[in-house]
């Protein structure tokens, strides 16, 4: 174990890493219920797409944690999902076997932008007050998520107002976000995974904490056959390109796919990596000057790349890398044996789907608010009386999560600091990396735009 995953070196230990797994899980588990509920909407059987988000999971997240030794977790991404199913399926009126192919193949640009080191160039082309505005970012974007998921925040007047306190579901989430707040401040050993459960228990007198009707193991068995491998059938890769007419359209779904799936991941491990140690100065020299896949970083990237195309696969939307990992990184995950425990306990979901599925969003917002809270710690190292990083980093802070977007809150503040360097005459400081990756999201919404 210490030989695999070098606990001692990263200053841990198994009982950390498997308490850190345990919560980054229960952090993300919603998404074994939320992605099947989303996708059978284009008319995929949820039983085959229950079996392809866990499948997806525990290979992505195996990957993360086996090779590239970081305590990220993978599963469909949430965002990407709604992209997939309510614009490329009704919107576009892709079928669901065009866009899993289409799914396929962004996880095939993804491997080659990756093996082409694309990827990290675009990592150290980000400016440093970015990169800790995109750290604080996430922090305000996984906060604003935990709010969202417990309907703490609502929007039935139009603008977000909170919600009015007499549902049990509010009660619960509030004791649970004192719990967590006080256990963290003790510094208790897991103590957002003692939230969670504690905050689950208290949910069953009040109705909160419930068992919900699901579709047994072997029922989703018997309806996988029906998305796994159709990407290569006749109704999915060959479909896509048999009318020429629809090829721009293909191209440019692509291309939104892809940009979005780069830049959720690069942020995540920006914002995340940076703040808790697990990407060293070291990692961040070695992912400039070595090659191959020697550093933690080169092979992070490797893992989210070929998740996505597994995915599709087996029949399901973009696997990415998961903002709640910070859930268990701040519960002092630091190697991949807090990944490979997350694998376990997603398979193990397959066969207790009833008993994970009852934890309630009221457990589990409140671990994600108060490691939002620790992550906004990142926005100290920006110097906000300078406007030239104060307003790309307000972008990538604080509009990533109005937007409910990573990627778009990396885009705009992208887009603002070329436009700032360029009216203070300062162009010829902009790293082409950034002023091409700035043009291609400004292609990426006029093309949306038009479509």
């Given at each position: 174990?210490?030989?695999?995953?070098?606990?001692?070196?990263?200053?841990?230990?198994?009982?950390?890493?498997?308490?850190?797994?345990?919560?980054?899980?229960?952090?993300?588990?919603?998404?074994?219920?939320?992605?099947?509920?989303?996708?059978?909407?284009?008319?995929?059987?949820?039983?085959?797409?229950?079996?392809?988000?866990?499948?997806?999971?525990?290979?992505?997240?195996?990957?993360?944690?086996?090779?590239?030794?970081?305590?990220?977790?993978?599963?469909?991404?949430?965002?990407?999902?709604?992209?997939?199913?309510?614009?490329?399926?009704?919107?576009?009126?892709?079928?669901?076997?065009?866009?899993?192919?289409?799914?396929?193949?962004?996880?095939?640009?993804?491997?080659?932008?990756?093996?082409?080191?694309?990827?990290?160039?675009?990592?150290?082309?980000?400016?440093?007050?970015?990169?800790?505005?995109?750290?604080?970012g996430i922090g305000v974007f996984i906060a604003y998520l935990g709010f969202l998921n417990v309907g703490f925040i609502t929007f039935d007047s139009g603008v977000p107002a909170i919600a009015t306190l007499n549902q049990p579901v509010?009660?619960?989430?509030?004791?649970?976000?004192?719990?967590?707040?006080?256990?963290?401040?003790?510094?208790?050993?897991?103590?957002?995974?003692?939230?969670?459960?504690?905050?689950?228990?208290?949910?069953?007198?009040?109705?909160?904490?419930?068992?919900?009707?699901?579709?047994?193991?072997?029922?989703?068995?018997?309806?996988?056959?029906?998305?796994?491998?159709?990407?290569?059938?006749?109704?999915?890769?060959?479909?896509?390109?048999?009318?020429?007419?629809?090829?721009?359209?293909?191209?440019?779904?692509?291309?939104?796919?892809?940009?979005?799936?780069?830049?959720?991941?690069?942020?995540?491990?920006?914002?995340?990596?940076?703040?808790?140690?697990?990407?060293?100065?070291?990692?961040?020299?070695?992912?400039?000057?070595?090659?191959?896949?020697?550093?933690?970083?080169?092979?992070?990237?490797?893992?989210?790349?070929?998740?996505?195309?597994?995915?599709a696969i087996f029949g399901t939307s973009n696997t990415t890398t998961y903002v709640e990992s910070a859930a268990g990184i701040g519960a002092g995950g630091r190697t991949g044996l807090t990944s490979v425990v997350t694998a376990i306990?997603?398979?193990?979901?397959?066969?207790?789907?009833?008993?994970?599925?009852?934890?309630?969003?009221?457990?589990?917002?409140?671990?994600?608010?108060?490691?939002?809270?620790?992550?906004?710690?990142?926005?100290?190292?920006?110097?906000?009386?300078?406007?030239?990083?104060?307003?790309?980093?307000?972008?990538?802070?604080?509009?990533?999560?109005?937007?409910?977007?990573?990627?778009?809150?990396?885009?705009?503040a992208f887009i603002f600091y070329c436009l700032i360097k360029i009216f203070k005459k300062q162009a010829k400081d902009i790293h082409p990396i950034i002023a091409g990756v700035a043009l291609l999201f400004i292609l990426n919404f006029?093309?949306?735009?038009?479509?």
């Amino acid at each position: 174990m210490e030989k695999l995953f070098k606990l001692k070196e990263n200053g841990t230990t198994v009982s950390t890493e498997v308490m850190a797994g345990i919560t980054t899980f229960f952090a993300m588990a919603y998404i074994i219920a939320v992605n099947p509920n989303t996708l059978s909407q284009a008319g995929m059987e949820w039983g085959a797409v229950f079996l392809a988000t866990i499948i997806s999971a525990v290979v992505g997240t195996l990957i993360m944690g086996l090779v590239a030794n970081v305590p990220y977790a993978q599963a469909p991404g949430m965002g990407l999902n709604a992209f997939f199913v309510y614009t490329v399926c009704f919107q576009l009126q892709f079928t669901w076997q065009q866009a899993l192919s289409m799914v396929f193949i962004c996880g095939l640009i993804n491997i080659f932008i990756t093996v082409t080191k694309i990827r990290k160039i675009i990592i150290k082309a980000i400016p440093q007050s970015l990169q800790n505005a995109i750290g604080g970012g996430i922090g305000v974007f996984i906060a604003y998520l935990g709010f969202l998921n417990v309907g703490f925040i609502t929007f039935d007047s139009g603008v977000p107002a909170i919600a009015t306190l007499n549902q049990p579901v509010l009660w619960i989430f509030l004791i649970g976000l004192v719990l967590a707040a006080i256990l963290t401040l003790k510094n208790v050993k897991g103590g957002i995974l003692i939230a969670i459960i504690v905050t689950t228990i208290l949910g069953i007198p009040f109705g909160v904490t419930t068992t919900t009707d699901t579709v047994s193991f072997s029922e989703a068995l018997s309806a996988l056959p029906s998305t796994f491998g159709v990407i290569f059938t006749s109704e999915g890769l060959p479909s896509l390109f048999s009318d020429l007419s629809r090829l721009p359209l293909v191209l440019i779904t692509n291309f939104a796919f892809s940009m979005s799936d780069t830049f959720d991941t690069i942020g995540t491990f920006i914002g995340t990596g940076r703040r808790s140690g697990i990407f060293s100065e070291e990692d961040e020299k070695a992912l400039e000057t070595s090659s191959g896949f020697s550093s933690k970083m080169d092979k992070a990237l490797f893992a989210d790349a070929t998740a996505t195309s597994i995915g599709a696969i087996f029949g399901t939307s973009n696997t990415t890398t998961y903002v709640e990992s910070a859930a268990g990184i701040g519960a002092g995950g630091r190697t991949g044996l807090t990944s490979v425990v997350t694998a376990i306990c997603f398979a193990l979901s397959a066969f207790l789907a009833t008993f994970v599925s009852a934890i309630p969003s009221a457990a589990t917002a409140p671990a994600l608010i108060i490691v939002g809270c620790m992550m906004v710690s990142s926005f100290a190292e920006i110097d906000w009386s300078n406007l030239e990083d104060a307003i790309p980093a307000f972008f990538a802070g604080i509009f990533m999560a109005l937007c409910y977007s990573i990627s778009y809150g990396i885009a705009s503040a992208f887009i603002f600091y070329c436009l700032i360097k360029i009216f203070k005459k300062q162009a010829k400081d902009i790293h082409p990396i950034i002023a091409g990756v700035a043009l291609l999201f400004i292609l990426n919404f006029v093309l949306l735009a038009i479509i």
